[in-house]
């Protein structure tokens, strides 16, 4: 059985997190839609409110530090992303966007990504496309055409065609075909699995 | 004697935009304004991650601002929009935070090509924040910033463009301020 990792970025500042849900129900429903391909799912969560501290530090002096360093690796290192932030003012929330400013140029181009978003009321609910989406754009990666936007009202556990929970399993099925057929992330941003080329040749 | 409160929100402490900001604080003084600057990464960072308005210093420049009747918004290009350290600033302003007010957003990069970062990253933001008037906003190329001392110039050419954009912005804003004092 062949396995991909999968990095899940959230960002909701507050505890209990709907972002944190969103994230988390996104990553499960990505999980079941590659078990179907027969693909196994390593999943790891980068929780940003808990790196918040690190985060600034890095935007103030250009380096990653502390638990901010492993997490850039785990998501620059996944096959596939999930990113989830809140909506505030339209937009991505400041922290989020502090994570991606800290990322290297080109950090995640032709990654796979699967976008969420989550906010009071669905007023907002363009933010996704008009401003996360262009944002990786920028970044070159891979975006999932359906992006999964939650408002407070959505988390009714409706299953209708429109519900939420019908819209996380459509953007997970469309996620897991792209981490399905993409290859490899080709390390962690590390060259701690760098293999030899000769080693690389030997292989065939 | 409108006021206005200038926020630059690069994360760098030689900051080509506080330096932009700083001189358009000197021409809008120089046009009858009371300005003051502010720089978001002298901010206490905790709070201003975590949406802390209770910090002093943060609650102090949510004042600022609700007192302000202009505000100029300064970003250097991030990620071809505003840096997340502006955006954290905007996130812990109330909801409706720039009503009644005018704005002027202004962006520094090293591309032209990012110049759209104004009117399709900041401007939407500003217009969440319930802003009266978004004025006519201006990119500014890090080359065309130079340093003359602690203080910054405009490269020839650079000059008259940004000013024509911050005199209009002055003008909107004293034009606007005798309907005001009316009411």
């Not at chain 2, 709070?47 to 300064?74: H, I, K």
């Not at chain 2, 050419?157 to 003008?171: I, K, M, N, T």
């Amino acid at each position: 059985m062949t396995t991909r990792s999968l990095a899940v970025l959230s960002a909701g500042l507050s505890v209990p997190s709907s972002t944190r849900v969103l994230a988390d129900r996104l990553a499960a429903a990505t999980a079941r839609a590659l078990a179907e391909r027969g693909v196994e799912v390593e999943t790891h969560h980068v929780e940003l409110r808990e790196l918040a501290h690190d985060v600034t530090n890095s935007v103030l002096t250009g380096f990653p530090t502390g638990g901010l360093r492993e997490a850039v690796n785990r998501v620059v290192g996944a096959d596939g992303l999930i990113a989830v932030t809140p909506i505030f003012t339209a937009s991505y929330s400041g922290l989020f966007k502090s994570f991606v400013d800290v990322l290297e140029p080109g950090a995640l181009t032709g990654k796979p990504v699967l976008l969420g978003a989550t906010a009071g009321s669905a007023r907002h609910s363009l933010a996704v496309d008009h401003a996360m989406r262009p944002l990786f754009a920028h970044l070159r990666t891979l975006t999932v055409p359906t992006a999964v936007f939650a408002a407070s009202e959505d988390w009714d556990n409706s299953t209708d065609e429109r519900s939420l929970l019908h819209r996380i399993d459509r953007a997970a099925a469309e996620f897991a075909g792209l981490l399905d057929r993409s290859a490899p992330a080709s390390g962690t941003g590390e060259l701690d699995d760098f293999v030899p080329f000769d080693q690389l040749i030997a292989r065939g | 004697m409108p006021s206005i409160l200038v926020l630059s929100g690069s994360p760098s402490a030689t900051s080509r935009t506080a330096a932009l900001a700083e001189h358009l604080a000197l021409r809008l003084r120089e046009r009858d304004h009371r300005v003051r600057t502010i720089r978001v990464r002298e901010l206490p960072p905790a709070a201003l991650l975590s949406g802390d308005t209770r910090d002093p210093a943060v609650a102090e420049v949510v004042e600022a601002v609700a007192a302000a009747d202009g505000v100029v918004v300064a970003s250097p290009v991030y990620k071809a929009a505003y840096s997340g350290l502006l955006k954290s600033l905007l996130d812990l302003l109330p909801q409706f935070a720039l009503a009644g007010k005018a704005v002027l957003p202004v962006v520094t990069g090293g591309s032209p090509a990012h110049v759209l970062a104004v009117d399709y990253a900041l401007r939407p933001v500003l217009s969440a924040l319930g802003a009266h008037h978004v004025v006519q906003g201006w990119f500014v190329l890090d080359s065309h910033i130079v340093a003359v001392g602690d203080a910054v110039e405009l490269a020839e050419g650079a000059r008259r463009p940004l000013y024509e954009v911050v005199d209009g912005f002055s003008d909107v804003l004293h034009a606007r301020r005798p309907l005001i004092d009316a009411s």
